[in-house]
């Protein structure tokens, strides 16, 4: 099964958008590894979000 390209278009997006971190780099993150950096910029943007 392979992933969906449009989840991985938005997870490339969001890491990209956040980090400034080339394609290629982000690419190069096994998925695990790029849905923690997604999960973890989420809880940045909530706590920013929530003033803290």
Excluded: C, K, P
């Excluded at 997870?11 to 690419?27: C, P």
């Excluded at 999960?39 to 003033?51: L, P, V």
């Amino acid at each position: 099964m392979t992933y969906a390209a449009d989840r991985l278009y938005t997870e490339v997006a969001y890491v990209a958008y956040h980090f400034h971190w080339s394609l290629a780099d982000i690419l190069d993150l096994e998925h695990g590894e790029r849905l923690r950096y997604v999960a973890e910029i989420a809880g940045i943007n909530t706590r920013i979000s929530q003033g803290r």
